[in-house]
């Protein structure tokens, strides 16, 4: 595919994962499994196609809604996911990459995906966003934190200024 037409920024909103479980008769978190599987291979796909940067998202701020038994079940997921494939993402030159709020995430599922960043810092080949405890929303109210945080006169901030405040700062647009 020639540069000039290939994207260098996907994202991937896994949405339905509740509905197919359903839809056959089996429990929510089945449904998550299989969202989970069906990314591995557009994971392999956007490598091998040469595009730099995808965006997954994995768990949005609308979750905690969800019931109990089902949040800490995502969260067993995706902390299972992380330890059984970052040798995977490894091997791939994948580097992984955790945007959202983290930080409100139980401790083990933090360590975990903590750990995958580390361990795939190395990665050269693409970039694996993983859109955790994310919206929008979220992000701005982040971005808009920061710029207060550091002092920066609101008449000064420009939309380059506010997009180096971004959880996706450095990266290609979507």
Do not use: K
């Not at 994971?43 to 997954?56: H, I, K, M, Y």
């Not at 599922?109 to 405890?133: D, H, K, P």
Request: aromatic letters at 6%.
């Amino acid at each position: 595919m020639p540069d000039e037409v290939r994207p260098r920024h996907v994202a991937i909103i896994a949405d339905g994962n509740r509905r197919w479980a359903r839809e056959r008769g089996l429990p929510v978190l089945a449904g998550h499994v299989q969202g989970i599987e069906a990314i591995r291979p557009v994971v392999r796909r956007a490598r091998d196609r040469g595009v730099g940067t995808l965006s997954v998202y994995t768990f949005s701020t609308e979750n905690w809604a969800r019931p109990d038994d089902e949040v800490s079940g995502l969260f067993g997921l995706i902390d299972g996911a992380v330890r059984q494939y970052t040798d995977e993402l490894i091997e791939e030159g994948v580097r992984v990459q955790v945007i959202g709020r983290l930080h409100e995430a139980p401790g083990d599922v933090q360590r975990s995906i903590r750990a995958a960043e580390e361990r795939t810092r190395s990665g050269s080949r693409l970039t694996l966003n993983i859109c955790f405890n994310y919206s929008g929303r979220a992000e701005i109210v982040d971005a808009a934190r920061a710029l207060l945080a550091a002092g920066v006169d609101p008449n000064a901030i420009t939309e380059p200024h506010f997009a180096e405040h971004l959880y996706t700062a450095g990266q290609p647009a979507v």
